[in-house]
């Protein structure tokens, strides 16, 4: 079977500022149909710069970015279009109430408004926004303004969805909700590009991300193959009813939460069997290492003589 092409194609993008910061340094990447694809990064990686050239906000240097193969350097209008944008930032429109903001970003997009206000119905009822439905945007709380912004943003339907930092200041239980809904958005074949820190939430919605770091992506795969970082180590949870002298096997961070040898798993388990027979140990959880981990281990720096080795299939 053919693969379908990409949606969005980025090659050899760079970018640099006007005072010489070298933010994007020849970024290439490709999001498919129907995948949801998180970019990571530390503050300053680049992710933002990539972010306002793939929306036509801010011109490349250098290199192409194609939507649905029309290019949208020379053509950044088609971008705004067809991108439903989620950013990072606060809302413009404050004087709008919350399920007025969701319906004008609809109709900004070409929706015909009768449609526009069901969407916007739709999304209210569904992000649990109804007690605020009516809310002035300027008067309403940072997590409603933020589930209002995501709305909004999903509204319409788009070729590309860019959701920034989608759950920050959300509460546990919308927030549940609106990963939920990110999930059912990339099944129903949207592409979806996600810039967050949040990876614990993120985790159980993402085919495929890419780690940025100084302007470069230095990591890039599904979560499996990054998992090639981190074989041979497990994640050890644990709750305890006090607090326990460490075992050597997970020292220095250990052992509330920390990742072990998996070669040690024996003697960590009968340790926390005896623990346990005792009541020092309440419960504990051993698995895989989390995107955290693959994360941390991507930004770790590289061991004396020589760059971490990539895991084999950690770059598509
Ligand atoms: N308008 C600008 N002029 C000059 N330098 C800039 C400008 N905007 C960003 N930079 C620099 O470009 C680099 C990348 O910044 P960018 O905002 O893209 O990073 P980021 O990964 O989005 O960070 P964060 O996670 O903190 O939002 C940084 O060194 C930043 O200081």
């Not at 209008?77 to 399920?99: C, E, H, K, W, Y």
């Not at 206000?117 to 649990?128: G, I, K, N, Q």
């Not at 939920?180 to 099944?187: K, S």
């Not at 250990?254 to 005792?278: N, T």
């Amino acid at each position: 079977m053919t693969p379908l092409p990409p949606v969005l194609s980025v090659r050899d993008l760079v970018k640099r500022y006007r005072n010489g910061t070298l933010a994007n340094d020849h970024v290439c990447l490709d999001l498919f149909p129907g995948e949801v694809f998180a970019l990571l990064g530390p503050n300053g990686a680049g992710k933002t710069t990539l972010v306002r050239q793939l929306l036509g906000l801010a011109r490349p240097t250098s290199g192409s970015i194609t939507l649905d193969g029309v290019d949208i350097v020379a053509d950044p209008g088609f971008a705004r279009r067809n991108i439903g944008f989620l950013p990072q930032g606060s809302f413009d429109l404050q004087s709008l109430t919350v399920a007025e903001t969701i319906e004008f970003a609809a109709r900004l997009r070409g929706v015909p408004p009768r449609e526009a206000r069901a969407a916007a119905a739709r999304l209210v009822e569904r992000l649990d926004l109804g007690p605020f439905r009516n809310t002035a945007m300027h008067a309403a709380s940072g997590g409603v303004r933020r589930l209002a912004g995501f709305a909004a943003a999903v509204a319409a339907p788009a070729r590309l969805l860019v959701l920034d930092e989608p759950t920050n200041d959300v509460d546990p239980l919308r927030r549940a909700v609106l990963w939920d809904l990110i999930a059912e958005l990339g099944r129903g074949g949207a592409t979806i590009l996600l810039v967050t820190h949040n990876l614990a939430e993120a985790e159980r919605v993402i085919d495929r991300l890419a780690i940025m770091n100084a302007g470069r992506i230095i990591r890039e795969g599904s979560p499996a193959a990054l998992r090639g970082l981190v074989t041979e180590r497990l994640r050890l949870e644990v709750t305890a009813a006090r607090p326990l002298a460490p075992h050597p096997a997970l020292a220095p961070d250990g052992p509330s939460s920390c990742l072990f040898d998996a070669a040690d798993l024996p003697a960590v388990a009968a340790w926390l069997a005896r623990l346990r027979a005792a009541g020092d140990v309440l419960d504990f959880r051993i698995g895989p290492p989390t995107l955290d981990d693959i994360y941390a281990a991507a930004m770790a720096p590289a061991a004396p003589g020589g760059s971490a080795p990539l895991p084999a299939g950690a770059r598509a």
